[in-house]
Nanobody
Framework: HVQLVESGGGSVQPGGSLRLSCTVS????????MGWFRQAPGKEREGVAA???????SYADSVKDRFTISKDNAKNTVYLQMNSLKPEDSGMYYC??????????????????????????WGQGTQVTVS
C-alpha cells in the first residue's frame, strides 16, 4: 500500500521560509511523478511544483522563482523549499504521487489539472500560514 506523509508546515511572516517534506512508503520515489499542491479556503486545489523520475521539475508561475522541489530517493522523501513566502502562499499543502511511467508527458510537466488529479495517491496535508 502507498502512503504519503507531509510535514514541515507552520506559521511564518512574509518573506520567511519553510521546508516541507513528504515521506513515501509502499512506493519508490525514483519512479513516476511526485508533486506538491495547495488549497486555500474558498479556492480550488492548485499545482505548485512537480518532479519526475529523471529529476525534471515544473513550477506554477506564482512560485517558480521562490520555491524549489527536490527529492532524496534513498530516503523516499520529496521536499519543497519555500522562500520569500507571501500571504497568498497560505493554504493546506498536499503531497501527491503518480505511479504511471508516462505521467510527466501526460501533464505533470505542466501541472495539468486532469493528469495530476486522477490515479494519484495523496498525503494528509500540512498547513502553511504566512501572515
Amino acid at each position: 500500500h502507498v502512503q504519503l506523509v507531509e510535514s514541515g508546515g507552520g506559521s511564518v511572516q512574509p518573506g520567511g521560509s519553510l521546508r516541507l517534506s513528504c515521506t513515501v512508503s509502499g512506493y519508490t520515489s525514483s519512479s513516476g511523478c511526485m508533486g506538491w499542491f495547495r488549497q486555500a479556503p474558498g479556492k480550488e486545489r492548485e499545482g505548485v511544483a512537480a518532479i519526475d523520475s529523471d529529476l525534471y521539475t515544473s513550477y506554477a508561475d506564482s512560485v517558480k522563482d521562490r520555491f524549489t522541489i527536490s527529492k532524496d530517493n534513498a530516503k523516499n522523501t520529496v521536499y519543497l523549499q519555500m522562500n520569500s513566502l507571501k500571504p497568498e502562499d497560505s493554504g493546506m499543502y498536499y503531497c501527491a504521487a503518480d505511479l504511471h511511467p508516462a505521467c510527466w508527458q501526460a501533464g505533470w510537466n505542466i501541472l495539468g489539472y486532469r493528469a495530476t488529479s486522477e490515479n494519484n495517491y495523496w498525503g494528509q496535508g500540512t498547513q502553511v500560514t504566512v501572515s
